[in-house]
């Protein structure tokens, strides 16, 4: 069956440190993965795009990477902030599909 | 220039009565997806629409859920005889192109939080 994991138990990191957030992925050929983030209460807010010939993605403190091999994509939050606590969420579209398919979310929570 | 706007934001009913959520697409955007997000899980897809027509809603229920995107005004998601396993918050998204084809990020609205007393 067609499974995206996201480790469900929280990420607790300090001020400071790079968080590294795993999102692996089963029985799918994605075009390509984008990561979320959610507030509670909020909408997820789009952060990052990685296609599948794509091996690395930077965004200010932010990177993404991709490994069709492996079938797992990592996002990075290097500096990290308590204004970087919230849910991250990956998502894949299969290719030629019509919708984004989401993980369970990670929640990171950093401490200064 | 306004994101995606859904309303209510929150919304109440009792089992039985019916539900509606209106989401308002970003201005420029003729893509309109909705999730369902239940408490302590993830966003599942349930439909995709362009305007006037369903493109896709292998997520959707097959009874008492419904969705149009008419050619003027906003997408609305209706719930018939709603029970309490329809609590959830309803997420509403908008992308300028097609998700295969272009790659295109979503935007999504703050969500209405329904809940089925």
């Known amino acids: 069956s067609q499974k995206i994991e996201q480790n469900s138990e929280a990420l607790n990191i300090q001020e400071g440190k790079t968080a590294t957030l795993t999102c692996n992925y089963t029985?799918?050929?994605?075009?390509?993965l984008q990561w979320y983030r959610q507030d509670p209460g909020r909408g997820p807010v789009f952060l990052l795009l990685?296609?599948?010939?794509?091996k690395e993605k930077r965004k200010e403190r932010l990177k993404v990477t991709f490994d069709t091999t492996l079938k797992q994509s990592l996002f990075h939050i290097t500096a990290s902030q308590p204004a970087d606590s919230a849910t991250y969420l990956c998502?894949?579209?299969?290719?030629?599909?019509?919708?984004?398919?989401f993980g369970g979310g990670t929640r990171l929570m950093v401490k200064p | 220039n306004a994101g995606v706007m859904q309303n209510p934001r929150h919304l109440v009913r009792r089992r039985g009565q019916e539900a509606r959520l209106r989401c308002s697409p970003m201005k420029g955007h003729s893509h309109v997806y909705w999730y369902r997000q239940l408490p302590e899980e993830g966003l599942k897809f349930m439909v995709y629409?362009?305007?006037?027509?369903?493109?896709?809603e292998s997520g959707m229920p097959k009874e008492r859920f419904s969705a149009e995107f008419p050619k003027e005004g906003p997408s609305i998601l209706r719930i018939q005889q709603v029970v309490r396993g329809d609590s959830a918050a309803y997420f509403c998204?908008?992308?300028?192109?097609?998700?295969?084809?272009?790659?295109?990020?979503?935007?999504f609205g703050p969500g209405t939080r329904l809940t089925v007393l």
């Open positions: 990685i296609r599948e010939n794509e």
């Open positions: 998204a908008s992308s300028p192109g097609r998700l295969g084809a272009s790659g295109a990020e979503q935007f």
């Open positions: 029985n799918y050929s994605p075009a390509y």
């Open positions: 629409l362009q305007k006037e027509n369903i493109i896709d």
């Open positions: 998502a894949l579209v299969p290719n030629a599909g019509n919708m984004l398919t």
